[in-house]
């Protein structure tokens, strides 16, 4: 028996910069009820859950046992993925192809804003021996490598700001773009230097959300209400986790990531074959450099599509029209989802102004961050974008309950 994946439904809370009338349990919780309702399950429908988080941005150990609450998965089988949002959607989509389960859920949060000293956390990342004790902002590894890729590629530091610009105007339209705003490029390179060439408004700044997303079989899905969005490809890929060792010239976490999906959904040539893209823009030269990894446009050429409105809204290949974690906020382990989300509502037709129009496949690309050269990608698409070579695994066939519906959201968790 084959079985296809897709996501059912997806909740979220509006991003923000600042929460301090939330915890991070009343966050997943309105995410959660946002998420059943919109895939028309109860939580007790759910088999198994997977959260992302980081034990050092939560102030926790073992953090998978402070979730059931929010997420009605009391009893349940949880666990944690100590990486981004992407790599957690896979391994629910991967617990589905096994065949032992019809619905997953994923969830991940940022509360960012509770975290005083983020680059300290940052810094433990880093090698104890050649990298720590350079006592150095970890934003230097993001300046190293964007001079490289600026000198290896001829992009210009104007080329950079223009993704800023772009992506936080995309935000303007984007209800959760928290940090949309109308800037020039002469704003963007005006601002003050952070870790050379990068300067402060090509960092994406956090923001607190919650993204809790389900997952379902195809057999499963067909039984519930909405619009399911499949996914035709998955991949994912580690580089270096070392300074010393790693590919400083191109993303090779991306790269690698990218093919393993596009031979999972049978794309050939993604620029066609793909009508839009949600990729991770932590940093301004970020979006190009993944960009070009992905094979949508040749090294060295992001930066001038992106100059000539190639990758804008109304442009040939609309790139992050959500405002990207550049307009809505770095998110720690949920930025994945939250790119994911937006491509949902893309291929759902329900990205009102940010739409774009007749979208039927997309693709999603996240990266762990600062200092890891991890990476994901998903190529997702809607019944019309359907094509061959969806992500198919051989698992034995298993009759499919009758999920529950209708019956409202579960008890508030204790705070």
Not at 31 to 59: K, L, M, N, Q, T
Not at 186 to 214: F, K, M, Q, R, T
Not at 269 to 290: G, M, Q, W
């Amino acid at each position: 028996m084959f079985r296809n994946v897709a996501i059912v439904g997806v909740g979220s809370t509006p991003a923000a910069p600042v929460t301090p009338h939330l915890s991070y349990k009343e966050l997943t919780y309105e995410a959660a009820v946002r998420a059943y309702s919109d895939a028309g399950i109860e939580p007790e429908d759910v088999e198994s859950f997977v959260c992302v988080s980081e034990d050092f941005h939560e102030g926790t150990s073992i953090f998978d046992e402070y979730v059931p609450d929010q997420l009605g998965a009391v009893q349940k089988p949880v666990h944690t993925i100590s990486g981004d949002g992407l790599h957690g959607t896979i391994s629910a989509a991967l617990q589905i192809l096994t065949g032992q389960f019809d619905l997953v859920v994923v969830e991940g949060h940022s509360k960012a804003s509770n975290v005083l000293t983020p680059h300290h956390i940052a810094n433990y990342a880093l090698d104890p021996v050649f990298n720590r004790p350079l006592g150095v902002n970890p934003h230097y590894v993001a300046g190293l490598e964007m001079a490289r890729y600026l000198e290896l590629t001829g992009t210009s530091r104007e080329e950079c700001a223009r993704v800023v610009v772009k992506n936080r105007a995309h935000a303007l339209l984007n209800p959760s773009g928290c940090f949309g705003a109308t800037l020039t490029v002469e704003d963007v390179l005006g601002s003050p230097p952070v870790a050379e060439p990068l300067v402060e408004l090509e960092i994406a700044p956090h923001s607190d959300v919650a993204y809790v997303i389900v997952l379902a079989s195809e057999d499963a899905a067909r039984t519930l209400r909405g619009s399911p969005i499949w996914i035709d490809g998955m991949g994912w890929s580690n580089d270096s986790p070392t300074l010393e060792t790693r590919d400083w010239n191109e993303a090779a976490y991306a790269r690698d990531a990218a093919r393993m999906a596009y031979a999972k959904a049978g794309v050939q040539n993604p620029y066609r074959e793909i009508d839009f893209a949600e990729v991770d823009d932590t940093y301004s030269y970020k979006e190009l450099l993944h960009l070009e990894a992905l094979g949508l446009f040749r090294p060295g050429t992001a930066g001038g599509a992106t100059a000539d409105g190639l990758t804008s809204l109304g442009g040939e290949f609309p790139v992050n029209p959500s405002g990207g974690c550049l307009g809505m906020g770095r998110m720690h382990e949920a930025s994945g989802l939250a790119r994911l989300a937006e491509a949902m509502a893309q291929l759902r037709g329900e990205a009102g102004p940010r739409q774009v129009p007749d979208a039927t496949r997309g693709l999603v690309m996240s990266w762990r961050g600062i200092p890891t050269t991890s990476g994901a990608v998903l190529v997702l698409s809607g019944d019309e974008g359907r094509g061959g070579g969806r992500w198919r695994a051989s698992c034995p066939a298993r009759s499919v309950p009758a999920v529950q519906r209708g019956r409202g959201p579960f008890p508030s968790p204790s705070q």
